[in-house]
């Protein structure tokens, strides 16, 4: 087996501790009282706040609560898609309505060789064109530009004479790389990271949902809590606590032989 040990998001001790608990299932009441206090009940979102939520019907409830506050017109852009390209696939709503003032996410890196934005970005829209969507992101000195990207659906196989692996393009999908993102759930957020993010992870019902939303900060600090994490809401797989148990018995036997 080959496991990868080094963090790249986290640097606090502490933080990392708490996570690496949750993950294998082992977290101490002194971590969970030091978790819980970031259950703030009251706290009011500020700018750059995402929520993560267990289940899509609440993340739209969100987005669609927060962007009817807006007064601003409403545009909506649909996307072009050729070909097969699954529908569950599709990276972004294939009709999006966006208005100005409302925060986004980039759901897709910048191809272009100035690196604008990526996958998880948040801003706020400042202006809006037929066919460009103008978004101020926190520390960004100017507003970026977005128009329509492509997304390409790969199919693969193995060549017979070469075994070589082949790609070919079954479909695409074309829609500006934006999101609503007041809140998303913590499903679509593997992969992603934020600096500042509420989670309501309570009535977390998949293995590793807990671990998933509270290891996408980079900081305690950054967590808003509203919902108690409970030991209710760590559910971890079997096999995967059984591939950990294994590892540490693995190095501690290591470590004595070194010795």
């Not at 690196?115 to 000195?141: Q, S």
């Not at 609503?180 to 500042?196: C, D, R």
């Not at 949902?209 to 409970?230: D, E, F, N």
Request: with cysteine; proline share 3%; hydrophobic share 35%.
């Amino acid at each position: 087996t080959i496991e990868l040990k080094h963090i790249y998001r986290q640097d606090n001790a502490k933080f990392i501790k708490i996570l690496n608990e949750i993950r294998t299932n082992t977290l101490t009441q002194e971590s969970t009282d030091e978790l819980n206090k970031r259950y703030l009940p009251n706290f009011k979102p500020e700018e750059g706040y995402i929520a993560l939520t267990t289940h899509n019907i609440k993340a739209e409830r969100i987005n669609n609560k927060e962007l009817d506050k807006l007064n601003s017109k409403s545009f909506t852009y649909k996307a072009n898609v050729e070909g097969k390209f699954p529908e569950y696939s599709y990276p972004t709503e294939f009709e999006l309505k966006l208005k100005i003032g409302a925060q986004v996410m980039f759901v897709k890196n910048d191809p272009s060789s100035e690196k604008l934005f990526y996958n998880g970005k948040i801003g706020m829209i400042t202006d809006i064109e037929e066919d460009t969507v103008f978004v101020r992101c926190p520390d960004d000195e100017e507003e970026i530009a977005v128009s329509s990207l492509v997304w390409e659906n790969m199919k693969y196989s193995i060549d017979n004479n070469t075994a070589e692996i082949k790609e070919e393009v079954e479909g695409s999908f074309s829609q500006i790389p934006l999101k609503l993102a007041w809140a998303i759930t913590i499903h679509k957020s593997q992969g992603l990271t934020f600096e500042k993010a509420i989670i309501d992870a309570g009535a977390s019902f998949a293995h590793g949902q807990t671990y998933v939303a509270l290891s996408r900060c980079k900081s305690l600090q950054g967590i808003i809590l509203s919902s108690k994490i409970t030991g209710a809401g760590i559910i971890c797989n079997q096999s995967v606590y059984q591939f950990n148990k294994n590892i540490c018995a693995i190095d501690l036997v290591a470590y004595s032989l070194a010795i």
